[in-house]
C-alpha cells in the first residue's frame, strides 16, 4: 500500500544499506510487479528525502539456472580447491562442499548465486572454492558465463542503492544474442582485480595458468578478445584506453623483482591484476614511524601502484558507462 527505505545504519547496523518499512494490505496480489519506495534520511532531528523515489522490482529466475552443469567424461576428482582470494585451499579443519575437479578444460570457477547482490556472494577463481554454489568455467563457452560475474560485482556506493537491486535470469538468457556485450563483458573480466583467477603451481604438482587476464597473446581472454575484434568488433575509446592502461600496469610490473623472479622460474607465468596488485605491488617499511608510533609503510614500486589506480579508476567509469545500462536492458539486474 506504502512504505519507505531508511538508512540500516541508523538503526545501529554495522553496514551503510537500505532497510525497508512498508505497509502491507492482506490480500492474495498476484499482479503487483515492483514496490515504489521513498528513501529517508536523518538530519539530526530531522527527516529528510535522500533522493528520487525508488523502484524494487520482483524478480522470478535466478542467475544459477546458467550455471554449466555438464560434467565430462575426463573429469577426474583429484585437483585442488582454492580460497575465496584465488589461493589454494588451506586445509585448517574447514567444511569442504565443493570436489576438487580436474580437466584441462577447466579454466575458473564462478559463484554469483541468490537474488541479493552482495559481495560475499560472487567469487571467480582458477580452481572449485572450497565453499561451493558455483560452476566450473569451460574453455569452449565462458564467455557466455562472463556476465554473470559482471552482474554480480555490482557496486553501490550510496546506501539506498544498496540491498536493492537484484541478480535475475528474467529474461532467460536474452543477452547472449549481443555480441558486443559479451566482448565488454570479457574485458571488464579480464582486467578487474574482483577476478581473483591466479597463476600457480597446485599441491597436485599442475601448473594453474590464469587464462582470464591479458598478460599475454596467448591467454585464451586474449585470444578471444582478438578474435572478437576479427569478427568485425571494434574497441571504443574507453575500451582503448582501458587497454592502453594495462599496459601500462604491465610495463611497471615487469620491471619489478618479484615478476622477473617468477617468470626465471616458469616462463608460463600470465598476470592479471589481481596477482599484480597482491604480490608485486607491495608495501615497504620505510623505517620510520607515526605519533602512534606505528611503523609507516609506502608502496615498493610507486609507479606501478599510479598505473593501477589509474586502471581502477577507468574500470569503474567503464563499468558504469558501458556496462551497468546493459546489465539493466538484460535484466541480469533488476
Not at 74 to 89: A, Q, S, V, Y
Not at 254 to 281: A, C
Request: positive net charge; aromatic residues 14%; charged residues 30%.
Amino acid at each position: 500500500m506504502d512504505g519507505f527505505l531508511c538508512n540500516r545504519k541508523e538503526f545501529h547496523g554495522k553496514q551503510l544499506s537500505a532497510t525497508s518499512c512498508i505497509w502491507w494490505k492482506n490480500i492474495n496480489d498476484k499482479e503487483t510487479e515492483e514496490l515504489v519506495l521513498t528513501p529517508y534520511d536523518l538530519n539530526g532531528n530531522s527527516v529528510i528525502r535522500a533522493t528520487a523515489d525508488i523502484k524494487i522490482k520482483k524478480a522470478r529466475h535466478n542467475l544459477s539456472e546458467l550455471y554449466d552443469k555438464r560434467v565430462f567424461e575426463d573429469d577426474t576428482e583429484d585437483g585442488i580447491i582454492c580460497e575465496r582470494n584465488g589461493k589454494e585451499f588451506e586445509k585448517n579443519g574447514r567444511k569442504i562442499y565443493v570436489k576438487p575437479i580436474y580437466n584441462k578444460n577447466i579454466i575458473g570457477y564462478l559463484v554469483s548465486s541468490n537474488f541479493q547482490i552482495d559481495r560475499k556472494d560472487v567469487m571467480l577463481t582458477r580452481c572449485g572454492i572450497y565453499k561451493a554454489h558455483g560452476f566450473f568455467l569451460r574453455d569452449d563457452n565462458f564467455i557466455e558465463k562472463l556476465p554473470l560475474f559482471v552482474a554480480g560485482v555490482f557496486p553501490y556506493n550510496k546506501w539506498y542503492k544498496t540491498d536493492i537491486y537484484s541478480k535475475s535470469n528474467d529474461l532467460h538468457g536474452e543477452y547472449l544474442k549481443d555480441i558486443d556485450f559479451l566482448k565488454k563483458s570479457l574485458i571488464y573480466t579480464a582486467l578487474t582485480n574482483k577476478n581473483k583467477c591466479l597463476s600457480f603451481m597446485g599441491s597436485d604438482s599442475r601448473f594453474y595458468r590464469n587464462e582470464l587476464c591479458f598478460d599475454n597473446e596467448d591467454t585464451l581472454a586474449y585470444v578471444k578478445l582478438q578474435n572478437f575484434i576479427k569478427d568485425g568488433l571494434t574497441l571504443n575509446e574507453q575500451e582503448q584506453t582501458l587497454m592502453k592502461y594495462w599496459n601500462d600496469v604491465l610495463f611497471e610490473a615487469k620491471k619489478t623483482d618479484e615478476y622477473k623472479t617468477e617468470v626465471s622460474k616458469n616462463p608460463d607465468v600470465r598476470y592479471g591484476l589481481w596477482q599484480i596488485s597482491e604480490e608485486l605491488n607491495v608495501p615497504k617499511n620505510t623505517g620510520r614511524f607515526n605519533k602512534k608510533g606505528e611503523p609507516i609503510f609506502v608502496k615498493k614500486y610507486p609507479a606501478l601502484n599510479t598505473e593501477i589506480n589509474k586502471l581502477n579508476d577507468a574500470l569503474k567509469n567503464y563499468y558504469d558507462n558501458e556496462l551497468k545500462p546493459l546489465l539493466f536492458k538484460y535484466e541480469l539486474l533488476k
